[in-house]
């Protein structure tokens, strides 16, 4: 069974920081893709950013220079460092992945910067 929970979301200033962190379990995490997306009210939800392969990464343009997507293998675990965020970061943010050919998201966990 697949399972992403994500955590580390919060209230946080403009100009602050914060890191969220996705636990999984039921694949095979090395070699998975992972993605952070975002969704805030009335918007898409949009890819913020990914690790591919445990070697690339992909980021937003809104996000570049101020977010770092990381992963620990032995802890089966994906995070997003957010820097000097801004009160257009907030949104609920998914951790994804593909695995077997489907879709798997976490439950989401809220950020909310203040302005």
């Known amino acids: 069974q697949v399972q992403l929970v994500e955590s580390g979301g919060g209230l946080v200033q403009a100009g602050g920081s914060l890191r969220l962190s996705c636990a999984t379990s039921g694949i095979t995490f ?3 893709n ?3 997306y975002r969704q805030a009210p009335g ?3 949009e890819l913020v ?3 591919a392969n445990g070697f690339n990464t992909y980021y937003a343009d809104s996000v570049k220079g101020r977010f770092a997507i990381s992963r620990d293998n032995a802890k ?3 995070y997003l460092q957010m820097n000097s965020l801004k009160p257009e970061d907030t949104a609920v943010y ?4 593909v ?3 489907r879709d798997y998201w976490g439950q989401g966990t809220q950020v909310t910067v203040s302005s």
């Open 34 to 36: 992972m993605d952070w």
């Open 30 to 32: 090395s070699f998975a």
């Open 94 to 97: 998914y951790c994804h992945t």
């Open 76 to 78: 089966n675990t994906v």
């Open 49 to 51: 950013a990914r690790s």
């Open 99 to 101: 695995f077997g050919r």
């Open 43 to 45: 918007n898409q939800r």
